[in-house]
């Protein structure tokens, strides 16, 4: 299994539409991050945490909010999501030392 | 955390070295440099991190000028599979510092044949 999981992999959502994005990690890290990337763009931090009681914007939070159920699971939601929020979304994980972090494979969202 | 400047595209020959700068000159004594790659659109993969001493794993090697202003990642016998967005992150090593990825635009490497 893979060490960060997002869900789903891919989503064609409605303008005005609640949605969710999901990710669990395996790796028993304290920190974890919410990133989207536009095409032949780098990443942009969403909201990061360092545990489960610390939740912290990014770079670029207007327009989503997070939640993070427990050390491993760290959910992104779109309230009401919107064209320009189409993007590719990634989630990391990493430990207090801040040694390595791991990537999801990413989940490409599509607002129509 | 330190901004960090990189070239936009390079290109490499096959089986030769690849060498990718970044200039970090506003690193403080408490930030280390690291490298991660993004092959494709996949989750970006850490190569390599370090503080002021030259280091080297099975992937890569990082070489910190004295002054820490700036770093080269060396990517020994390139192949057409290190063909990839490569970043350089500067990021406190302290946990209660910050501590979080902020990623720049990269270097686009293209190994060639």
């Known amino acids: 299994d893979a060490d960060v999981t997002q869900t789903p992999r891919n989503r064609i959502t409605k303008t005005g539409k609640r949605i969710m994005l999901e990710c669990s990690q395996t790796?028993?890290?304290?920190?974890m991050y919410w990133y989207r990337q536009d095409p032949g763009l780098g990443l942009r931090l969403i909201y990061y945490?360092?545990?489960?009681?610390?939740?912290n914007k990014g770079e670029i939070s207007d327009g989503y909010s997070v939640s993070r159920q427990a050390q491993a699971k760290f959910s992104l939601s779109l309230e009401s999501a919107i064209p320009n929020q189409t993007a590719l979304y990634f989630c990391?994980?990493?430990?207090?030392?801040?040694?390595?972090?791991?990537f999801g494979q990413g989940t490409r969202l599509t607002v129509v | 955390d330190a901004k960090t400047t990189q070239p936009t595209s390079m290109d490499c020959a096959e089986g030769r070295a690849a060498n990718l700068p970044c200039n970090h000159s506003t690193i403080s004594g408490n930030e280390y440099v690291y490298w991660y790659r993004q092959i494709h659109s996949q989750g970006p993969q850490y190569i390599i991190h370090?503080?002021?001493n030259n280091e080297t794993n099975e992937m890569a090697s990082l070489i910190i000028t004295e002054d820490r202003k700036s770093s080269t990642l060396i990517l020994p016998h390139a192949t057409l599979r290190d063909t990839a967005v490569y970043y350089c992150i500067v990021r406190s090593r302290f946990y209660n510092q910050g501590g979080k990825l902020i990623f720049g635009q990269g270097t686009e490497l293209s190994v060639k044949p």
């Open positions: 370090g503080l002021k």
């Open positions: 945490s360092f545990d489960v009681k610390d939740i």
């Open positions: 790796k028993g890290h304290d920190r």
């Open positions: 990391a994980t990493s430990d207090q030392m801040n040694t390595e972090a791991f």
